[in-house]
Each structure stands twice: as structure tokens, then as C-alpha cells.
């Protein structure tokens, strides 16, 4: 089981200017170039950049998510600078649950050489998510940055480049999408596998995943062939706690004119309407997303995507069962999901792993990575609650 965070709440290390700016080959327009961030890929695709908040000197871990309408910060960096959000009296969805939306007003955040000011931050809890990745998350950007500027997001070389707003010639190769964008761009994708389907989607680059569909949009559309292989159950983590989910495969899904085949998608009860169905059937999250090299131009309505390097990578089709995280200092498994194959060998929750086949590295996105293997049984060795170690050898299997 492949850890799973989405981002959703529906509220609507910087570089210098290249010498050769007039060169640069992307075909954005070298006179409006502002700024350039380099930026981490956490495993799902995920992109972490560096930030500073208001005058405050420490620099801090921001998602960059375009499922994310507006800013928001950890509410344990927000007790490290001793900030006090007010309560409003507006609610937030989650996948998992609401709850009343705390605000911080006319803060700043400055991202590579450019500074967004006046900005209204929502506090939330993202203990969770910093779990997940094995680093510690301070907040998320999305809306409230995107929507000020023309962006380039090159995943090839991990930079993104900022440019004021305007018209663009975008170069070859790629192919223009056309989202609604009303705090979250949502474009149309193509369905095929017991039909052929035509739906809108969340574009959202904050979820560790290929795509998200509501039970509802399935059941009502019956898009999937009653003969495929029957679901696997799993977790996905979120706003509000964590939600049973199914994960199974789609035969087919198209984005303009790029087609991929047998992709995994998650299935849940969205009992709190985060994918706002019927207008829409799910998201498209960014392990899908990031096969392609994006420039972002809300002010236009408009999306480029251009194919990269990870155009081609293969899917994750693994299935251990288990969710990991970072806790307190340790990495321990978070979830076992009955008679899977981390349950069946013998994986229990708040076993603390020591090494997987013999790495004793303690990186959480590492571990996650092992944990995909399939092939050889994998070897995790734990320590039991009751302070005994153990050797636990588990067979990875395939959803597909």
C-alpha cells in the first residue's frame, strides 16, 4: 500500500537569472523572467520548495499544489513563531471530515526572488503529512501564488521559473489545456475501460497519486468492466484523518492527446464532497501529472503540458498492505491493512523498523521505496512493542 495524502480543501535553494536568458528553451519570454526555485520530488510526485515567512529568518518546507485554493501553514510552525490564527466561521472538507477554518492575515511569504504579500493563510494540522514524508512540512501554496504569476515547472531539471503574468508563445511538442480555473483548475480527461467516458477532474498537483474517483461517479458512470480484478483495500490520509479506499487499475485515460494504459486508481466514499461530484468525477493527482513539464498560466485559463523524462516510467502496480511513517524520531508502521501481505507476514501497527534488507538508513521515502519490490521477498527487520526484535520477510504483490 502506497501512503496516500491528499491535500484537497476546497476553500477556495533559489538560482540567478541564466547569462543566456534570451536562450532559455522553454519559450516563455526572457524580459518578464522574475525568479527560479530549485525544488525536492517527494515520492508521488510531490514538490517541496523552500520559503520564508514574513521576516521570520528560518527557511521552511512549502508543497507547491495546485489542489491547494489559496496558502496555509502547519499549526505547529505556527506555534514556533508564535502565531495566532483567528477562528472563522467558515468550515474545511477533508476526505475524512471538516472542521472550522483558522486564519492568519496580511502574511508574506517570499519564494526565490519573489515576495507574495497581503496573503490570508489558513493553519492546519500536517502532522500527518510530514509523517509521510520523512521531513518536516510547514505548509502549502497553491492558488494564492499560482494565480500571480506565469510559472514553468520543469520536472527534468527540478526548477521552477516565475514570470509575470501575459501572453505566451508556447514552444512545440506539447498541448494546451483549457481548465476552468475558480480557485482549483478542473479540465475535461477521458475514461476507457468498460466505456468510454468523458469527465471534468481536479488538476492537482498536491496528490501523491495517479487519480482519485468517487464511489458515486464509478457506480453511476460503471465505468469499470464487472470481470476486472477485484479491488485491493488501502488507506489515503487527509484533512480530517484517514479513509478507507479500494485501488484498482483503469484500462485507459487520456489527457489532450496523451494516452496511458492500466493506471492505478483509487476509489472511496467521499461522504464530505471533496471531489464535488456530480460536476465533476475525481482528480488527476501527480504521479500522473508529473510525467509532464507544466507552464502554468491561470490568468489566461491555460495549462501547457510538454512530455519529460518520466513520460514513459512505468507505473506502481506494488502491494504490501503497510503505510510507514516518521514519528518521533522513529519509523514505524502507521497501518496494516487485514490479510494483506505485510498482515500475512506478520507486520503488526507500531512495530518500529530498524532496516529493510539490511539498510539501516532511517529514510522514510527510501523504506516506502523497498517496500514496492516485487520479486524476492522483502526483509524488514522491527521491534515489537514488547521491546523483542524480529525478522519479517515480506512477498510484495502486484494489483495488477
Same mark, same amino acid.
Not at 83 to 89: D, E, K, N, Q, V
Not at 139 to 152: D, M, N, P, Q, T
Given at each position: 500500500?502506497?501512503?496516500?495524502?491528499?491535500?484537497?480543501?476546497?476553500?477556495?535553494?533559489?538560482?540567478?537569472?541564466?547569462?543566456?536568458?534570451?536562450?532559455?528553451?522553454?519559450?516563455?519570454?526572457?524580459?518578464?523572467?522574475?525568479?527560479?526555485?530549485?525544488?525536492?520530488?517527494?515520492?508521488?510526485?510531490?514538490?517541496?520548495?523552500?520559503?520564508?515567512?514574513?521576516?521570520?529568518?528560518?527557511?521552511?518546507?512549502?508543497?507547491?499544489?495546485?489542489?491547494?485554493?489559496?496558502?496555509?501553514?502547519?499549526?505547529?510552525?505556527?506555534?514556533?513563531?508564535?502565531?495566532?490564527?483567528?477562528?472563522?466561521?467558515?468550515?474545511?472538507?477533508?476526505?475524512?471530515?471538516?472542521?472550522?477554518?483558522?486564519?492568519?492575515?496580511?502574511?508574506?511569504?517570499?519564494?526565490?526572488?519573489?515576495?507574495?504579500?497581503?496573503?490570508?493563510?489558513?493553519?492546519?494540522?500536517?502532522?500527518?503529512?510530514?509523517?509521510?514524508?520523512?521531513?518536516?512540512?510547514? =505548509?502549502? +501554496? &497553491?492558488?494564492?501564488?499560482?494565480? #500571480?504569476?506565469?510559472?514553468? %515547472? *520543469? !520536472?527534468?531539471? @527540478?526548477?521552477?521559473? $516565475?514570470?509575470?503574468?501575459?501572453?505566451?508563445?508556447?514552444?512545440?511538442?506539447?498541448?494546451?489545456?483549457?481548465?476552468?480555473?475558480?480557485?482549483?483548475?478542473?479540465?475535461?480527461?477521458?475514461?476507457?475501460?468498460?466505456?468510454?467516458?468523458?469527465?471534468?477532474?481536479?488538476?492537482?498537483?498536491?496528490?501523491?497519486?495517479?487519480?482519485?474517483?468517487?464511489?458515486?461517479?464509478?457506480?453511476?458512470?460503471?465505468?469499470?468492466?464487472?470481470?476486472?480484478?477485484?479491488?485491493?483495500?488501502?488507506?489515503?490520509?487527509?484533512?480530517?484523518?484517514?479513509?478507507?479506499?479500494?485501488?484498482?487499475?483503469?484500462?485507459?485515460?487520456?489527457?489532450?492527446?496523451?494516452?496511458?494504459?492500466?493506471?492505478?486508481?483509487?476509489?472511496?466514499?467521499?461522504?464530505?464532497?471533496?471531489?464535488?461530484?456530480?460536476?465533476?468525477? =475525481?482528480? +488527476? &493527482?501527480?504521479?500522473?501529472?508529473? #510525467?509532464?513539464?507544466?507552464? %502554468? *498560466? !491561470?490568468?489566461? @485559463?491555460?495549462?501547457? $503540458?510538454?512530455?519529460?523524462?518520466?513520460?514513459?516510467?512505468?507505473?506502481?502496480?506494488?502491494?504490501?498492505?503497510?503505510?510507514?511513517?516518521?514519528?518521533?524520531?522513529?519509523?514505524?508502521?502507521?497501518?496494516?491493512?487485514?490479510?494483506?501481505?505485510?498482515?500475512?507476514?506478520?507486520?503488526?501497527?507500531?512495530?518500529?523498523?530498524?532496516?529493510?534488507?539490511?539498510?539501516?538508513?532511517?529514510?522514510?521515502?527510501?523504506?516506502?521505496?523497498?517496500?514496492?519490490?516485487?520479486?524476492?521477498?522483502?526483509?524488514?527487520?522491527?521491534?515489537?512493542?514488547?521491546?523483542?526484535?524480529?525478522?519479517?520477510?515480506?512477498?510484495?504483490?502486484?494489483?495488477?
Amino acid at each position: 500500500m502506497r501512503t496516500l495524502y491528499l491535500i484537497l480543501t476546497l476553500l477556495i535553494g533559489v538560482a540567478s537569472l541564466p547569462a543566456n536568458a534570451q536562450d532559455l528553451d522553454n519559450g516563455l519570454p526572457a524580459k518578464r523572467y522574475l525568479s527560479t526555485l530549485r525544488f525536492q520530488v517527494l515520492n508521488g510526485g510531490i514538490i517541496l520548495g523552500r520559503v520564508k515567512l514574513n521576516n521570520f529568518p528560518d527557511s521552511l518546507n512549502f508543497i507547491f499544489d495546485t489542489g491547494c485554493g489559496g496558502a496555509s501553514l502547519d499549526s505547529t510552525t505556527c506555534q514556533h513563531f508564535k502565531l495566532t490564527p483567528a477562528l472563522s466561521p467558515n468550515m474545511i472538507r477533508g476526505i475524512a471530515g471538516t472542521c472550522h477554518q483558522r486564519i492568519l492575515q496580511d502574511m508574506s511569504l517570499a519564494i526565490g526572488g519573489v515576495t507574495l504579500d497581503s496573503l490570508l493563510m489558513q493553519v492546519n494540522d500536517y502532522d500527518i503529512l510530514s509523517s509521510v514524508y520523512g521531513v518536516k512540512i510547514d =505548509g502549502i +501554496i &497553491g492558488y494564492s501564488f499560482f494565480s #500571480r504569476y506565469l510559472v514553468w %515547472v *520543469n !520536472y527534468d531539471s @527540478s526548477m521552477m521559473e $516565475i514570470y509575470t503574468k501575459g501572453p505566451v508563445k508556447y514552444p512545440k511538442g506539447g498541448f494546451l489545456l483549457h481548465p476552468r480555473v475558480f480557485g482549483l483548475p478542473m479540465l475535461q480527461g477521458k475514461l476507457a475501460d468498460a466505456r468510454n467516458i468523458n469527465s471534468r477532474f481536479y488538476f492537482d498537483t498536491g496528490a501523491g497519486l495517479c487519480l482519485l474517483f468517487s464511489s458515486e461517479f464509478t457506480s453511476d458512470s460503471a465505468v469499470f468492466s464487472p470481470r476486472r480484478k477485484k479491488p485491493v483495500p488501502t488507506q489515503g490520509a487527509g484533512l480530517g484523518g484517514k479513509a478507507d479506499m479500494q485501488l484498482t487499475i483503469l484500462k485507459k485515460f487520456s489527457l489532450g492527446p496523451f494516452h496511458f494504459r492500466e493506471i492505478p486508481t483509487y476509489v472511496f466514499d467521499d461522504s464530505y464532497d471533496v471531489t464535488s461530484y456530480p460536476q465533476l468525477g =475525481g482528480l +488527476i &493527482g501527480n504521479d500522473l501529472l508529473r #510525467r509532464f513539464n507544466l507552464i %502554468v *498560466n !491561470y490568468a489566461r @485559463s491555460e495549462i501547457y $503540458i510538454t512530455p519529460n523524462d518520466n513520460y514513459r516510467q512505468p507505473f506502481d502496480y506494488s502491494y504490501s498492505g503497510v503505510n510507514i511513517g516518521l514519528i518521533d524520531g522513529q519509523i514505524l508502521v502507521t497501518d496494516v491493512m487485514p490479510g494483506s501481505p505485510g498482515y500475512l507476514a506478520g507486520l503488526r501497527e507500531g512495530d518500529i523498523i530498524l532496516a529493510i534488507d539490511g539498510k539501516a538508513n532511517q529514510d522514510v521515502q527510501t523504506y516506502q521505496n523497498m517496500l514496492k519490490a516485487m520479486g524476492p521477498k522483502v526483509k524488514v527487520r522491527v521491534r515489537r512493542s514488547n521491546g523483542e526484535d524480529a525478522l519479517v520477510a515480506v512477498k510484495i504483490s502486484s494489483i495488477l
